[in-house]
């Protein structure tokens, strides 16, 4: 395989495991205002108190292949979308303190429950933002102007479609995660969140075809549209089956409260796929561009000697960190239990 592609590659896997697995970590943040009592917060914090700084691992792995393998879109890309990546790291530097301070705390409890909530909101949101600023295409002169260029409807639109999509991987994380009350709860937030999920991604999909002639030809032109209409038919029925499983686990809560269901997991992989579908579709609409307008993975990729310099250092790291990932995942498994100290 070409070095380059391997790398383009590399990047999108790993800003796929990042949204996957920082996303419902960041949507337990979001969630945060639909529970209400101490108890229940306590509790969504410590369902990912054990995996939240792992998961972000990715997001620096993501950032040291950007910088390596395709340094002239670094360069760019960090020089135009400066003001939301500070946000963003902002926020996640506010939800990372309040991990620490808050279960320590006593009467700035709150303070710290509601940095953990409006830093998850807010690098969401950035998150959101950015992705759309790259669909929609950056400015090749959005350096010197301000950074106000980049909120646009169309920015704002994936923003909150991002906040809502963690937010639904959060629930299907609780539901797997959760029993009684907590698990309804989330059951409940995640049935309303599914039909927002999929309205924004139908409205942001379609937008983007039309914004772009070229965009438009790969999906509804000749036997392209064939080819990749698996796409939207397996996303649909993702939702559907999202949406069902959801409801019997409402149901059974108000049926039998001690009744355990099967399968509880079976939304949260739901959801997974659902973001993986998107991602899928977004990668066809953009391929082969980096930066979308602007930069190629081929006109923006490192010399060969850069680029084998650091293929033995993602050939050993890349699956150490899979496989402590998955470690850690297979000690926490199961139900998070209340206790009454600590994480």
Same mark, same amino acid.
């Given at each position: 395989?070409?070095?380059?592609? $391997? ?62 393998? $395709? ?273």
């Amino acid at each position: 395989m070409d070095l380059a592609l $391997f790398y383009f590659l590399l990047l999108g896997f790993a800003i796929l495991m990042y949204v996957l697995l920082d996303g419902f970590d960041l949507g337990i943040g979001i969630l945060y205002p639909w529970f209400n009592s101490d108890a229940e917060h306590d509790h969504l914090m410590r369902s990912v108190a054990h995996v939240w700084d792992g998961n972000e691992t990715w997001l620096v792995f993501g950032g040291v292949i950007l910088f390596g393998a $395709f340094p002239a879109a670094y360069a760019l890309l960090l020089s135009t979308l400066y003001l939301p990546i500070m946000l963003m790291l902002i926020g996640l530097i506010f939800r990372g303190v309040a991990f620490e301070y808050r279960f320590k705390s006593n009467t700035s409890k709150k303070w710290w429950s509601r940095a953990f909530s409006l830093g998850s909101t807010l690098a969401a949101f950035c998150q959101g933002l950015m992705l759309g600023a790259l669909v929609q295409g950056v400015p090749a002169d959005s350096i010197s102007q301000s950074s106000l260029v980049l909120l646009t409807p169309f920015t704002l639109l994936t923003g909150l479609a991002v906040v809502a999509g963690y937010a639904l991987l959060a629930c299907a994380y609780l539901v797997m995660k959760s029993r009684g009350a907590i698990q309804h709860k989330a059951a409940q937030r995640g049935r309303a969140l599914v039909w927002v999920v999929m309205l924004a991604m139908a409205v942001v999909s379609l937008w983007t075809a039309l914004g772009s002639e070229q965009i438009w030809l790969r999906w509804f032109g000749g036997w392209h549209a064939l080819a990749l209409l698996p796409l939207p038919l397996l996303a649909l029925m993702a939702a559907r089956l999202l949406y069902r499983d959801l409801g019997r686990v409402r149901k059974s809560y108000h049926q039998a409260r001690d009744v355990v269901e099967k399968h509880e997991d079976r939304p949260f992989w739901l959801a997974v796929s659902l973001f993986v579908l998107a991602f899928m579709g977004l990668l066809v609409s953009l391929f082969p561009a980096l930066l979308p307008g602007q930069l190629s993975y081929m006109q923006a990729v490192a010399p060969d000697a850069s680029l084998w310099f650091m293929l033995p250092g993602v050939l050993i790291f890349v699956p150490l960190i899979l496989a402590y990932t998955l470690w850690g995942y297979r000690i926490f498994a199961g139900k998070v239990e209340d206790y009454e100290q600590g994480y």
